[in-house]
């Protein structure tokens, strides 16, 4: 039995209090198809797997959401993350949950490598599961955040797609890797070294680095700051400006290159925001900046 299906008939099974979440739980399987644990890759033993929640009214290609979860590559699981991606749910739009691996299975870059491997999946399942390529959005909250902004950002002559299963079959003549519509940005880090070493130091990236050799070259490349330029898709980030796990000046960095690349962007501040958490009135503020910033780059 998957985690979800477990999940959904302990919501159901619950005494009559139920939560808004296990509410939702047990109402989504009447309106949303879930195919759970598919296996996109495997290496050395570790099987990386991803859920399709689609809704069960659907005709068609729909739009399509790629979720990253955070957790400082250090932890966190797509399950933890399900109350994330019900707004878009209830926006009609596909979501593809993505889990990847973490410090303790393997080191930097292999949770960038994965998401890579997660986007050329849909890419080549496009048709199987009615995801509208032209209207791909990548996001993710915190580690997930860096993750989408890498997803979406690192061109393929990076190298950290090329053992993923269909990259032959891409060089063979099969579905390039997808160039999203949006990347959608929650609180992500996005300069490594200003976290690996000085005042910025985080103990989860140390983590997720351990004692590999050249780290710091390492992290430039896995830093979205080193990829800025002009021919990228549009990016909305989010962060409160008192988050005490990513530093804020990740955001306004980001904001400042990419604005000074050209690139269509939007840096939304939640005044005195931590580190997600936002409050209700906060959200309902950061959601009606989502739909505006789509709505301005023709999304929806």
């Not at 139920?18 to 047990?26: F, Y």
Request: proline share 7%; with cysteine.
């Amino acid at each position: 039995m998957s985690k979800i299906a477990a999940l959904l008939i302990f919501a159901a099974s619950a005494s009559a209090q139920l939560s808004p979440q296990e509410t939702w739980a047990v109402q989504s399987q009447n309106h949303y198809a879930i195919r759970a644990n598919i296996v996109y890759g495997t290496w050395s033993g570790y099987e990386a797997k991803l859920d399709v929640y689609q809704r069960r009214d659907a005709q068609g290609p729909q739009p399509t959401v790629m979720f990253i979860h955070g957790g400082g590559w250090v932890l966190g699981t797509k399950e933890a993350s399900v109350m994330s991606i019900v707004p878009w749910l209830e926006m009609g739009w596909n979501v593809v949950n993505v889990e990847y691996r973490l410090s303790h299975v393997a080191l930097a870059p292999a949770a960038v490598e994965d998401c890579l491997c997660a986007l050329r999946w849909i890419a080549i399942h496009a048709k199987d599961y009615n995801f509208d390529l032209t209207k791909l959005i990548l996001t993710g909250e915190s580690a997930g955040g860096h993750l989408a902004l890498t997803t979406g950002m690192i061109p393929p002559a990076a190298g950290f797609d090329r053992q993923c299963p269909g990259a032959s079959f891409t060089n063979a003549g099969g579905p390039p890797l997808p160039k999203p519509a949006a990347i959608i940005n929650w609180y992500g880090i996005t300069d490594l070294n200003d976290m690996l070493d000085g005042p910025n130091t985080r103990a989860y990236a140390v983590e997720w680095f351990g004692s590999l050799p050249n780290r710091e070259d390492l992290a430039r490349r896995l830093s979205p700051l080193t990829y800025v330029r002009k021919d990228l898709p549009p990016i909305l980030t989010i962060q409160g400006d008192a988050d005490p796990i990513v530093p804020y000046s990740n955001a306004t960095k980001l904001r400042d290159a990419l604005t000074s690349a050209g690139v269509p962007n939007q840096l939304h501040t939640v005044p005195g925001g931590g580190h997600g958490n936002f409050k209700a009135d906060d959200r309902v503020k950061i959601y009606i900046t989502i739909h505006d910033f789509l709505t301005k780059n023709h999304i929806i």
